[in-house]
Protein backbone atom coordinates (compact mmCIF):
# COMPACT_ATOMS: atom_id res chain seq x y z
CA UNK A 1 0.00 0.00 0.00
CA UNK A 2 1.23 3.17 -0.78
CA UNK A 3 1.42 6.09 1.21
CA UNK A 4 -0.14 8.58 -0.31
CA UNK A 5 -3.23 5.67 -0.21
CA UNK A 6 -2.93 5.13 3.33
CA UNK A 7 -3.05 9.32 4.34
CA UNK A 8 -6.33 9.18 2.14
CA UNK A 9 -7.68 6.55 4.70
CA UNK A 10 -6.55 8.00 7.27
CA UNK A 11 -7.81 11.44 6.41
CA UNK A 12 -11.59 9.79 5.11
CA UNK A 13 -11.93 8.19 8.53
CA UNK A 14 -11.38 10.97 10.44
CA UNK A 15 -13.37 13.21 8.31
CA UNK A 16 -16.30 14.12 10.78
CA UNK A 17 -19.66 16.05 8.83
CA UNK A 18 -19.96 19.45 9.08
CA UNK A 19 -22.54 20.03 12.01
CA UNK A 20 -20.30 17.61 14.06
CA UNK A 21 -17.46 19.75 13.56
CA UNK A 22 -19.65 22.61 14.62
CA UNK A 23 -20.57 21.07 17.67
CA UNK A 24 -17.25 19.60 18.94
CA UNK A 25 -15.63 23.22 18.80
CA UNK A 26 -14.30 24.25 22.77
CA UNK A 27 -15.93 28.21 23.68
CA UNK A 28 -14.27 30.25 25.98
CA UNK A 29 -17.12 29.27 28.41
CA UNK A 30 -16.05 25.74 28.00
CA UNK A 31 -12.15 26.27 28.59
CA UNK A 32 -13.58 28.71 31.20
CA UNK A 33 -15.07 25.48 33.03
CA UNK A 34 -12.49 22.88 32.63
CA UNK A 35 -9.53 25.85 33.76
CA UNK A 36 -11.91 26.62 36.69
CA UNK A 37 -12.46 22.84 37.67
CA UNK A 38 -8.96 21.78 37.36
CA UNK A 39 -7.95 24.68 39.56
CA UNK A 40 -10.25 23.82 42.46
CA UNK A 41 -8.60 20.60 42.23
CA UNK A 42 -5.27 21.51 42.80
CA UNK A 43 -6.29 24.20 45.44
CA UNK A 44 -7.85 21.55 47.30
CA UNK A 45 -5.22 18.89 46.59
CA UNK A 46 -2.24 21.56 47.76
CA UNK A 47 -4.59 22.95 50.32
CA UNK A 48 -4.74 20.06 52.52
CA UNK A 49 -1.28 18.88 52.33
CA UNK A 50 -0.27 21.97 54.68
CA UNK A 51 -3.05 21.31 57.58
CA UNK A 52 -2.70 17.02 57.41
CA UNK A 53 1.13 17.46 58.33
CA UNK A 54 0.68 20.38 61.12
CA UNK A 55 -2.20 18.40 62.84
CA UNK A 56 -0.61 15.22 62.63
CA UNK A 57 2.90 16.58 63.63
CA UNK A 58 1.09 18.63 66.68
CA UNK A 59 -0.68 15.42 67.75
CA UNK A 60 2.53 13.45 67.91
CA UNK A 61 4.52 15.89 69.75
CA UNK A 62 1.16 16.55 72.15
CA UNK A 63 0.91 12.63 72.54
CA UNK A 64 5.21 12.67 73.45
CA UNK A 65 4.71 15.56 75.87
CA UNK A 66 1.53 13.79 77.47
CA UNK A 67 3.74 10.27 78.03
CA UNK A 68 6.53 12.44 79.85
CA UNK A 69 4.38 14.41 81.98
CA UNK A 70 0.68 12.93 82.48
CA UNK A 71 -0.63 15.18 84.84
CA UNK A 72 -0.37 18.68 82.24
CA UNK A 73 -2.66 16.48 80.04
CA UNK A 74 -5.65 18.88 79.87
CA UNK A 75 -3.64 22.09 79.38
CA UNK A 76 -1.36 19.80 76.72
CA UNK A 77 -4.79 18.39 74.84
CA UNK A 78 -6.05 22.12 74.81
CA UNK A 79 -3.13 23.30 73.40
CA UNK A 80 -2.89 21.07 70.66
CA UNK A 81 -6.45 21.61 69.90
CA UNK A 82 -6.06 25.27 69.35
CA UNK A 83 -2.76 24.76 67.36
CA UNK A 84 -4.65 22.13 65.26
CA UNK A 85 -7.62 24.49 64.53
CA UNK A 86 -5.50 27.49 63.59
CA UNK A 87 -3.75 24.88 61.02
CA UNK A 88 -6.46 24.05 59.91
CA UNK A 89 -7.79 27.34 58.82
CA UNK A 90 -5.47 27.41 55.94
CA UNK A 91 -7.23 24.25 54.74
CA UNK A 92 -10.55 26.11 55.05
CA UNK A 93 -9.71 28.61 52.92
CA UNK A 94 -8.39 26.53 50.64
CA UNK A 95 -11.95 24.98 50.19
CA UNK A 96 -13.47 28.22 50.08
CA UNK A 97 -11.38 28.94 47.26
CA UNK A 98 -12.45 25.72 45.60
CA UNK A 99 -15.84 26.35 45.76
CA UNK A 100 -15.44 29.50 44.45
CA UNK A 101 -13.99 28.49 41.50
CA UNK A 102 -16.50 25.79 40.59
CA UNK A 103 -19.38 27.37 41.71
CA UNK A 104 -18.96 31.24 41.18
CA UNK A 105 -16.35 31.54 38.60
CA UNK A 106 -18.60 28.95 35.88
Same mark, same amino acid.
Given at each position: ????T?? *?? %????????????LM??????????????I =?A???? =????????? =????????????? =????????? #? *??T?????????? *?G?Y? #? %??? $? $? #? %??? $? %?
Amino acid at each position: MEIGTIA *TV %VQNAMAQPEEAALMAELTAQDILRIASFI =GAGICM =GFGAIGPGI =GQGFAAGKACEAI =GRTPENAGL #L *TRTMLIGQAVSES *TGIYS #L %VVA $L $L #L %VFV $L %V
